[in-house]
């Protein structure tokens, strides 16, 4: 008997809830949400009564273990947003629950995200018997247990970490983006950190890029620099890494009207009067952007999502590039939804399912990477998620050149 309650009916929770309902893993589900009628009609798109649903607002602990005391879970899958991260962690404590989350701790006034606040939990996680898996999405999520295999079974010591995150796609919309817009801004206009000889070095968002070619044909994309979760925990615990950068492929496009919107004022998170009223400026542009939850419908093309990885092995130099490529169009057959809520869902449900089946245990707080990768790399093959990893030479890894050609 595994009982998951999974929060947030978003993009990512429709994936979580697909997932979850068709693996003999989970015996008893629930899905609560702020909004229960999207909770209901995600129930009712998986069908065969297999998901119960609540309201529920997980900014409030109080809630939460009213909530979580009446179902009774195992374990919790947050997928709401990144500030209700430690109220959930909170109440999980409360009640005896395991926690897995996609998306370190933000706070909403600051749009700033370090992995400090949840790890603060660690000794309380460890002394109640409990497991929390931190960032169990595809990056932070598969990108982290990609590091954690290839040090496990590639190499001695890592030295350098890229890790492309390419979105092929095309929503055929003038302007959106693939998950929640508030986060997804606030990531992007963030000043960009790589990890380089033992410090983050800071550098102005997207001043650094580069064109990238993706294997299989996926086509050739501008990818940019940028700040990104999972290097914090990476290069804390893998400390032989001398560089660790991540790039994400931007169009020409969603840059524009990111420029623009920039200008304007309207990527604030500072209140501002409006009206009589303090509205946030994201806040109001989230509300008028396209959700990214119903971008399936037209999302044509794939993501390509990946890490390239040098360092030594029997004291010779080693490079792989490790890698994901996942259709749009066939995500939305199998789960309504599009590729990256897809490549996010379906990581969190194999997480959970590490911990329910006793594949990954130990009491605390832990990021991907201080698991085991083998049981996680297998069910990646088999839950949608494929996975290659091919050899490159020093040069071809230097340049990031992975399509072999
Ligand atoms: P959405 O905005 O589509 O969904 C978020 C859901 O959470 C919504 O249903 C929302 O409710 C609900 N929610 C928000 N606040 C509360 C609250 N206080 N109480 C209860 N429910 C709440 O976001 P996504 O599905 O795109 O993203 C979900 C998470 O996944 C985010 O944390 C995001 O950062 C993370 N993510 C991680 C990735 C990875 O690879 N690791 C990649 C992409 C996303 P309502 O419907 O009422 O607004």
Request: hydrophobic share 40%; proline share 5%.
């Amino acid at each position: 008997m595994s009982k998951v309650l999974i929060i947030g009916a978003g993009g990512v929770g429709t994936v979580v809830a697909h997932k979850v309902a068709a693996s003999p893993v989970f015996t008893e589900i629930m899905l609560a949400s702020r909004t229960k009628s999207k909770a209901d009609d995600i129930a009712a798109a998986v069908g065969g009564g297999r998901i119960k649903t609540a309201r529920v607002d997980a900014d409030s602990v109080e809630e939460l273990t009213a909530l979580m005391r009446a179902f009774r879970p195992d374990i919790v899958i947050n997928v709401a947003l990144p500030y209700q991260d430690l109220t959930i962690m909170d109440a999980c404590l409360e009640c005896g629950v395991n926690y897995l989350d996609t998306a370190n701790y933000e706070p909403k006034e600051e749009a700033h995200f370090e992995y400090s606040w949840q790890w603060a939990y660690q000794d309380r996680f460890r002394e109640a018997g409990l497991t929390a898996i931190l960032g169990c999405g595809f990056d932070p999520g598969v990108t982290s247990i990609f590091t954690a295999y290839a040090a496990k079974h590639h190499f001695d010591e890592i030295h350098y970490l890229d890790i492309v995150d390419c979105n092929a796609g095309n929503h055929g919309m003038a302007f959106a983006t693939n998950f929640n817009p508030e986060i997804n801004i606030r990531e992007v206009t963030a000043p960009c950190r790589h990890w380089e000889d033992g410090a983050f070095r800071e550098t102005a968002p997207m001043s650094m890029h580069q064109s990238f070619t993706c294997p299989q044909e996926v086509g050739t994309y501008e990818i940019y620099r940028m700040y990104h979760e999972e290097m914090e925990s990476l290069v804390k615990h893998i400390p032989t890494i001398r560089r660790a950068q991540f790039w994400m492929s931007f169009s020409p496009n969603y840059l524009k009207h990111l420029e623009v919107l920039q200008n304007v004022g309207m990527t604030r998170i500072d209140p501002v009067m409006y009206n009589g009223v303090e509205i946030i400026p994201l806040q109001f542009l989230k509300a008028v952007l396209p959700d990214p939850g119903d971008l399936g419908k037209t999302t044509r093309g794939k993501t390509c999502i990946g890490n390239v990885i040098t360092g030594i092995k029997d004291g010779q130099f080693k490079a792989v590039y490790i890698y994901n490529i996942c259709d749009h169009e066939q995500c939305f057959k199998e789960v309504g939804s599009q590729a990256i809520s897809y490549t996010t869902g379906v990581p969190a449900m194999i997480g959970a399912e590490m911990i329910l089946t006793g594949k990954w245990t130990g009491a605390g707080v832990f990021n991907m990477e201080q698991n085991d990768p083998d049981p996680f790399m297998d069910e990646l093959n088999r839950r949608g998620l494929p996975w290659h990893c091919v050899e490159l030479t020093e040069e071809q890894a230097k340049i990031l050149k992975v399509n072999q050609q």
